[in-house]
């Protein structure tokens, strides 16, 4: 939770490879976050894009955080499966 661009980002990305074989940078791994996951996680891809594209500090409610990674994880999961 330090750091939660990297964070969100980088799940965004496990999930484009597992679903789509598709290896994305973390821009893109986000961009295919936004259009591919579930809509009440968008505006908070999208705010990590805006913050990584512009270098700014992401604040993001921790409970906010650990509820999408724990919706990535599952659905990462659930993809190996």
């Given at each position: 939770?330090?750091?939660?661009?990297?964070?969100?980002?980088?799940?965004?990305?496990?999930?484009?490879?597992?679903?789509?074989e598709?290896?994305?940078?973390?821009?893109?791994?986000?961009?295919?976050?936004?259009?591919?996951?579930?809509p009440?996680?968008?505006g908070?891809?999208?705010?990590?894009?805006?913050?990584?594209?512009?270098?700014?500090?992401?604040?993001?409610?921790?409970?906010?955080?650990?509820?999408?990674?724990?919706?990535?994880?599952?659905?990462?999961?659930?993809?190996?499966?």
């Amino acid at each position: 939770m330090e750091n939660p661009i990297y964070m969100i980002l980088n799940l965004c990305r496990v999930a484009a490879f597992v679903q789509d074989e598709l290896i994305t940078s973390k821009k893109q791994g986000g961009q295919w976050g936004v259009q591919n996951l579930e809509p009440q996680y968008q505006g908070l891809i999208f705010e990590a894009l805006e913050c990584y594209v512009s270098g700014k500090e992401m604040i993001v409610r921790e409970e906010k955080a650990v509820e999408f990674a724990g919706y990535m994880l599952k659905k990462i999961g659930g993809m190996l499966s």
